[in-house]
């Protein structure tokens, strides 16, 4: 009698396959909602820049759009496993496409892309607030309150663990925002189809249900065999020069066009430079510094994994060693492997003076004891956070302790034309640190006026000669680019500190002016 009474206990305690199923399917559901609120905050980042206030406000949103939904919650009183699988189905169409949605608006109508890129935040977000309370309240019926809460906040927060750790280092890498979307969109109509059979009995009009996640799972998986094509038509359509190379990495957008022009680079949708005119720049950014020091030896290149500057590097016969820090491999792999690129750069990769090093700059600075006779500082423009740190008196305070008693730091920075505060705020903070600077600017057609420093310990003097085969830089045309016109001269400007980060809101206020 007692091993009866213990084994109808035990199988009291056990879990139904039902309700084991439902707290899977939390934990598919938290996985799901993460990667959409994640994804519309990588894409809004791509697309408007200044990727804490983007990811900050649509965090924002979708949780106060989560509220929402579970307020509504309360009104859905009968047939929950109906109301559940019709939300699944929603989310799946919406959330999955989500990402899609947002690519081809940007290239079609990109004025419209940031009321479409909040609306699908608040319909995702409603959606997803909705899912857990039903899913809780149907569990309610076998398993008591005190239980039910904390298994699935259990398998909600796991959900979420798997996804924040996947998203940045597999899912967009591997399959980029598009597929990332669609095919956890398919792993909520999954969820929807595991309702269907769960719940086969419950369910009214069982017919149209199932002809709703036969449909929602087979335009989800068309959707995803073709994301290559959705892909390349926004992005064609918003480059416009054909692409020839495309690819996510876990830190950025790396698109490469080739058109009327040449090959042009992009990083997240920003030009980096055009094969037409980007010697103009690079011979600007490389050899004032280089030429000027006389004897460069030992030379650090931060940023530029194009290889663009380590090749006007390489025309310096003296320089024994170079070591180049970029933060994402794929730009030094691409730059190194594909065969037009290499011969863009000269094959300047697979120099045996050179050393690449895959790493955040900042942390390189202070992990290094190496000193060098020039420094080469070839970084995008501050459009966010985690670009304006490299921009921050705590950056050149690095900066300084690495360069040699005689060396020059060669800084790009941005139009003193079009962000004059910006551009004089980088030469304030270059002299926070210590450094003495001498601003200077050349015209490049990709980008127009365009700004650099030069920062050291020691005065500035032009360099006597420099080397041969440039096709812009010479010894009389080198003055100029010092003089700086009256609309372009210094103005007042804050010390861009880590703490505070104002270049990164200067610089968006005054390029938004011209591209608003």
Known sequence: MAHELLAMTVAQQAPRPVEVALLASVFVVAACGLVYELAAGALASYVLGDSVLQFSTVIGTYLFAMGVGSWLSRFFERQLPAHFLRIELLVALVGGAMPALLFMANAYVPTAFRALLYGLVVVVGILVGLEIPLVMRILKRNI????????????DYLGALA????????????LGLVRTGLLFGLMNAAVALWALWLFRHELRRLRAHVAACVATFGALCAAFAGAHHITTLAED?????????AATSPYQRIVVTQGRGGHRLFLNGNLQFSERDEYRYHEALVHPAMAAHGAPRNVAVLGGGDGMAVREVLRHPGVESITLVELDPNMTRLFSTHETLVRLNDDALASPKLKIVNADAFQWLQQTHDMFDVIIVDFPDPTNFSIGKLY???FYALLEQRLAASGYAAVQTTSPLVARESYWTVVTTLESAG???TPYHAHVPSFGEWGFVIASRRPYRLPTELPQGLKFLTIAGLAP??????????????VNRLSNQVLVTTYEREWGQIHP
């Open 163 to 174: 996804v924040s750790v996947a998203f940045p280092l597999v899912l967009v890498p591997q």
């Open 435 to 437: 450094l003495k600077t």
């Open 392 to 394: 921050t008196s705590s």
């Open 481 to 494: 680019l010092f003089d700086f016109p009256r609309d372009m001269a210094r103005v007042p400007a804050q």
């Open 144 to 155: 008591a309150l005190k239980e039910l809460v904390s298994q699935v906040l259990t398998f």
């Open 237 to 245: 359509r918003f480059y416009q020069d054909a692409i020839v190379f």
